[in-house]
């Protein structure tokens, strides 16, 4: 078994928030103008631009899973330093291209190096596992949800702000943040994989598919990847769908589908910053997981159901406990892998995730229409309802994985 790490600077770990913040920040800032910019290229054709936008985000998830592996591997054999800072400067470029970009196809170049650049944010959760103790990963990891949180709820506000003075003047702002990243991390960042702890690079390490066969030999980390990816296909219902979903069912104007977004951003943050550690600390790593999963189950279930606008902000609280799983999930994993292979795990991940959000545009759009064709089937919120079944079937396969004996004398327990 690796030696326990020791506990790292706070500054270091202060600016891995960051710079998960600011990653976060930086891609939510460019959100709200995005679109605008393409149906500014397209002459104001609102269905070229639609199907613009499509090629944009297909391109940007492919890419993203395509590379996550290698990035993960990367830094396993280079240390997560480098890789955090060249990624943070990249990106920094990368936005003032598409700052300067004067068509569309430059357009889509730039998303496309974002989309590379985007894969490194495995590092991170990387770099935690490598300076946390095992009884102190999940309330880190629940830190870094609060850091997602937080960069996406005041992302998109200051892109809609920015975007009104001039369509380009997001993408200049997510570059200055991502530079300025770089250079607070070449001054504060040490280094957080020694070099006896490092693997080497093989091509096969690089592959998000060879990654997963690498995992598979481990019945917890493969078992927790299967409940990782039915939870990151259940996760994407709410941004597919909820906007079109109130409209429909609700009437709801932008104000207030608006206020109910921030309402989701805020109470994730919250929970993942203030409860993750003490429920895990109350009740161990894997009755958190079960914790998480239940009200994820629960939190979706009410989605589809709520017969009021009330119930929908009911459904916000309930489901905001769901990101307990991940933190604990993450936890778990981590203390499987041996230390020169977390950056292949966080990569495999990374890519899992990706996968994922290759599939549910057309999962979740086609079950949604579906649904307003057949108003006599009365399941318009069928999507929350598939994502409800997805979230509740990972909890027997938990239930399986983490009942495995060579499983059960390594996980967290409360009191350990």
Known sequence: MSQVPKPPRTAALAFIFVTVALDMLAFGVVIPVLPRLILEFRGGDTASAAWWQALFGTVFAALQ??????IGALSDRFGR???ILLSSVALALDYVLIALAPDLWWLLVGRAIAGVCSASISVPNAYIADAT??????????IIGAAFGLGFILGPALGGVAGEVDTRLPFWIAAGLSLANFAWGLLVLPESLPPERRAAFEL???NPLGVLRMLRAQPLVWGLVGVAALNYLAHDSLPHIFVLYTHLRYAWDSQTVGLALAAVGVT????????VGRIVRLVGEVR??????GTGTLGFALYAWAPSTGWIFVAIAVGSLWSVWGAAAQSLLTQQVDPSQQGRLQGALAALRSGCQMLTPVMFNGVFALAVERPEWGVPGAPFWLSAL???ASLPLAARVTGHGAARASVSEPGR
């Not at 899973?65 to 290698?70: L, Q």
């Not at 958190?288 to 999963?293: I, K, M």
């Open 288 to 293: 958190a997981l079960f914790f998480g999963l």
């Open 65 to 70: 899973f395509a590379c996550a592996s290698a």
């Open 268 to 275: 994730s943050m919250l929970v993942s910053a203030l409860l």
């Open 204 to 206: 096969r390490h690089a």
């Open 390 to 392: 997805l979230v509740g």
């Open 133 to 142: 103790p095992p009884e102190r990963r999940a309330a880190s990891y629940g």
């Open 81 to 83: 330093r480098p890789v």
